[in-house]
Each structure stands twice: as structure tokens, then as C-alpha cells.
Nanobody, 114 residues
């Protein structure tokens, strides 16, 4: 059974940094896109960043210039480097992989607070 396993969330002060990691356990063939979504309390689920198999990236306007998505050397891994974090970045972050079907991770909490 395929699972996306996320790690790297936690509590950080405003202006700080965190790096989220996501790795697929099991085999997923032909992933076209991997990405990160987030959901804050009372808000809609939103795309944060995505990267295609060819390396093209897409970011939410709210994170451009602060967050960087990248794919790892190990197949089917993806990272989200988050710098200059703001309180409004507080949310549960979910990893996503699109193949023949769409896979989701269990989510990791990111809290930005002083």
C-alpha cells in the first residue's frame, strides 16, 4: 500500500524557517506532479506549491519569494523550504502526489508564533 509520509513540521517564531519533507513508501509509477497544500482553521484547503516531473514549479502568491519546493534525489520525494515564516502560514500542511490516482499525506502541523 502506498503512503506519503511527511515530516518537518513544528513550532517556529515569526521570521524563522522550517523544511518539510515528503516521501512515498511503496511504489508509485509515473508521478506527474508533487505538491504541498495547507489548511488553516476556518479557511479553505489551498495549494502552496507544486513541482512537475520536468521541474516546473508553481507557487501561491502569498508564499512566492519565501518558500521553495524541490524534488529529492531519492525518487518520489519532495521538500518545501519555508523561510521568513509569518503567523498566517500557520496551518496543517499536506503532501500530494498525482499519478494515475491522487495520493495525500496525513498532514503535518506548522505553527508560527512568538
Amino acid at each position: 500500500q502506498v503512503q506519503l509520509v511527511e515530516s518537518g513540521g513544528g513550532l517556529v517564531q515569526p521570521g524563522g524557517s522550517l523544511r518539510l519533507s515528503c516521501a512515498a513508501s511503496g511504489t508509485i509509477f509515473s508521478i506527474s506532479v508533487m505538491g504541498w497544500y495547507r489548511q488553516a482553521p476556518g479557511k479553505e484547503h489551498e495549494l502552496v506549491a507544486a513541482i512537475t516531473s520536468g521541474g516546473s514549479t508553481n507557487y501561491a502568491d502569498s508564499v512566492k519569494g519565501r518558500f521553495t519546493i524541490s524534488r529529492g534525489n531519492v525518487k518520489n520525494t519532495v521538500y518545501l523550504q519555508m523561510n521568513s515564516l509569518k503567523p498566517e502560514d500557520t496551518a496543517v500542511y499536506y503532501c500530494n502526489a498525482i499519478s494515475v490516482i491522487t495520493y495525500w499525506g496525513q498532514g503535518t502541523q506548522v505553527t508560527v508564533s512568538s
